[in-house]
């Protein structure tokens, strides 16, 4: 299979190379062309003299014009044949050129080369990755930051990486830093917040409040920060105003993993006790909520198992699969947890983004990692 191809190659490229030298017609001797003109022209002066249109003497001279010419010719006709022939050894220069050039590289190639050799694809390489130690690249900004306290770009630069490593109060020393020495943006008090939020596991404090309402109120549609907010209407017992700014966010951004963790909060929401799956303003809701707990528990274990079933045979959204999966741990019931977080990977395979999330969830559930 290796060499059928390297052939066809080869013989397609001398065919190439030779196809302009080998389809032509052999030359023509400049001696026959000026005989045949010559007898022409006789031709066609007899004629003119028969008719009197030239006299004998310039019919005389046109003659003689003519036989000189093809005098001239016929001495230099050694030169014209010498011609030909040099042309003739380039054709079989061109030819040996073009026969041994691919019979010399072959050879080389059979000593040299490995044919059976197997591809090795870009995305299978051995990459040596640099090895950066994260700890004291922080540990030589720090001092960089100890030395120069007033470098704000410093700051913006170590605070993301604060955040990634989970130093959640460094994060938020640092980026109150980058405030106060860059000036605010809404990108700036939003990242402010979101660390703060880290640092106390969830809760919306009073100074990420501040923060993220700083955020809207430079960029009334900071996505990031409407989002939080969202979240504290819920923290402050506003669970319906909840969903209803995180839904009309989600109607607002693009499909992507920021929609995608909306429409999971929302799912959460709707699903956890105190909002069911009917919706918090739905006539289903309002009629779960009315029932004493142990009804109320089993009417929402219905849902849920209902959900189950649904996602188990047709499948569904990843905010369906979270919503199920959140709904198995309120329920406390981890090992259906596990088991639905398993299904749905198998089923959002072909979704990155959705295993990222789910891979996020699977460290919520307790006990064995699933």
């Known amino acids: 299979m290796f060499w059928l191809p390297v052939l066809v190659l080869i013989l397609v490229a001398i065919l190439l190379a030779l196809w302009p030298l080998l ?26 003299h028969a008719a009197g249109q030239i006299g004998d003497a310039d019919f005389e001279a046109a003659m003689a014009e003519q036989g000189r010419h093809l005098l001239a010719l016929g001495r230099g006709r050694g030169q014209v044949s010498g011609d030909v022939a040099a042309r003739r050894r380039r054709k079989i220069a061109a030819l040996a050129m073009l026969v041994l050039v691919p019979g010399i590289t072959l050879a080389v190639y059979l000593r040299i080369g490995q044919p059976g050799l197997p591809d090795l694809p870009l995305a299978s390489r051995a990459v040596t990755p640099q090895n950066m130690d994260v700890a004291s690249a922080l540990q030589r900004i720090e ?9 704000g ?18 994060a938020a020393f640092a980026y109150r830093k980058v405030i106060a020495l860059l000036g605010p943006t ?64 989600a109607a607002e951004l693009g499909t992507g993993p920021g929609r995608m963790r909306v429409e999971a909060e929302i799912a959460r929401m ?5 909002g069911p799956a009917g919706g918090p303003a739905s006539e289903a809701g309002q009629s779960i909520a009315a029932l004493p707990e142990a ?28 919503r199920l999966i959140r709904a198995r741990l309120v329920l406390d019931e981890p090992d259906k947890a596990r088991e639905a977080l398993g299904r749905a990977r198998v089923a959002l ?5 959705s295993l990222k999330i789910l891979e996020q969830l699977a460290g919520e559930i307790p006990g064995k990692a699933p």
């Open 270 to 274: 709707r699903t956890e006790p105190g």
């Open 23 to 48: 389809r032509g017609r052999g030359p023509v001797d400049p001696l026959d062309q000026a005989v045949a003109f010559y007898q022409a022209r006789k031709v066609e002066l007899e004629r003119q």
């Open 143 to 151: 001092q960089h930051l100890a030395r120069n306290p007033e470098d």
């Open 186 to 249: 809404a990108q700036r008090h939003a990242d402010l917040g979101e660390a703060l939020v880290a640092e106390k596991d969830g809760i919306v404090t009073a100074e990420a409040r501040e923060a993220f309402e700083k955020a809207v109120a430079l960029e009334p549609g900071f996505a990031k920060a409407r989002f939080y907010l969202a979240l504290l209407l819920e923290q402050d017992g506003n669970r319906p105003a909840a969903i209803e700014k995180l839904t009309a966010l």
């Open 349 to 353: 395979a072909g979704e990155p983004d």
């Open 295 to 322: 009804e109320r528990q089993a009417a929402i274990r219905s849902m849920v198992d209902q959900l189950d079933a649904r996602l188990s045979g047709s499948g569904g959204t990843i905010g369906e699969w979270q």
């Open 153 to 170: 770009r410093g700051y913006e630069v170590v605070a993301p990486v604060y955040l990634r490593a989970g130093r959640f109060a460094d």
